[in-house]
């Protein structure tokens, strides 16, 4: 907690960032630093403490559309898409983590990726990550946005790129919204399809990661079959 003499002036977020570093901000703080300016009646720290309560936080905030963020009292469309840009500058950090030849070694290489990717998402997202024969990244693919259900993820949409790109094997993730990642019984369906499907083709399926807010389930795991 940061103690100020009595009657000194506060600094704002642009002073405080120079002095103390990002980590030292609040939420509020750093997005008052991407308005730059506040609104009519607010400053822009003002403006940025409303516009986490509307959105319930900053993982929603990250995922607003820009129509959303755009009809905002304050923001318009020129801020709105600040703050689309600097979510999405975020969002891709995230997923340089998993460049080409990065080594996958276990469930959570990949659930920190998707995690950031789909943090505060409302939908499901499924990826699939293509790896070579010593399980190095080809490339990390989305195969669908929404609702997951047994028949929402095709086996062509994952291993028809696996064969273009000559993977040998395949890891596939998926968010839950909820923040649980028990998996369904869909979840469980569409592994066993997909497991079926790479049998088939000849590349296997090494893991199916089902991401929640703070935890990860892996059916390799949890002995549902070997990541070898």
Known sequence: MDHERPGAARHGPRERILQLGEPRLSDAECVALILRTGARGEAAEQVAQRLLRRFQGLPGLAT?????????RGLGPVRAAALGAAFGLARRIGEAALRP?????????????????ARGSRRESFFAVLLDARHRLLSLQ???TGGLDATA???????????????????VAHNHPSGDPAPSVDDRLVTERLREAGRLVGIDL?????VGAER?????????????
């Open 206 to 210: 090494l893991d199916h990661i089902v």
């Open 153 to 171: 993820v095709h086996p062509r949409e994952v291993f028809s790129p696996a064969i273009r790109d000559g993977a040998a094997a395949v890891v």
């Open 101 to 117: 030849g990065t080594s996958i070694r276990h469930g959570g290489d990949v659930a920190r990726v998707v995690r950031d990717s």
């Open 216 to 228: 990860y389930y892996s059916f390799a795991e949890e002995a549902f079959f070997p990541f070898a």
């Open 64 to 72: 607003a559309s820009l129509r959303e963020l755009a009809v905002e």
């Open 142 to 144: 989305v195969v669908s």
